[in-house]
Nanobody, 117 residues
Framework: QVQLVESGGGLVQPGGSLKLSCAAT???????MGWYRQAPGKRRELVAG???????NYADSVRGRFAISGDVAKNTVYLQMSSLKPEDTAVYYC????????????WGQGTQVTVSS
């Protein structure tokens, strides 16, 4: 069974940076991968997506601060987060599927990112 495994979460001060990583336990074919996040009491939302061709998309709230990269064909994706704000605090989930703007079938277990002084 394919699993997505995230790493890199943690506690960071406002204005700081953090890089999340995601890799699959075995290679499987998908068109896109992405990052979602869910804060307490809020809906899970798309943060950024990337296609196998390298096209990317971002939520307005993170555009210019976050950068998604990786190799979708090898099922690896990264999220470089800069200029972090307290409102970025959430559990971040890796996702894989057929559309960079819509959640696919495969999810990671999530990694906590906390932005606080």
């Amino acid at each position: 069974q394919v699993q997505l495994v995230e790493s890199g979460g943690g506690l960071v001060q406002p204005g700081g940076s953090l890089k999340l990583s995601c890799a699959a336990t075995s290679i499987f074919k998908v068109y896109a991968m992405g990052w979602y996040r869910q804060a307490p009491g809020k809906r899970r939302e798309l943060v950024a997506g990337i296609t196998v061709g390298g096209d990317t998309n971002y939520a307005d709230s993170v555009r210019g601060r976050f950068a998604i990269s990786g190799d979708v064909a090898k099922n690896t994706v990264y999220l470089q987060m800069s200029s972090l704000k307290p409102e970025d605090t959430a559990v971040y989930y890796c996702n894989a599927g057929d559309d960079p703007t819509t959640a696919g079938t495969f999810w990671g277990q999530g990694t906590q990112v906390t932005v606080s002084s």
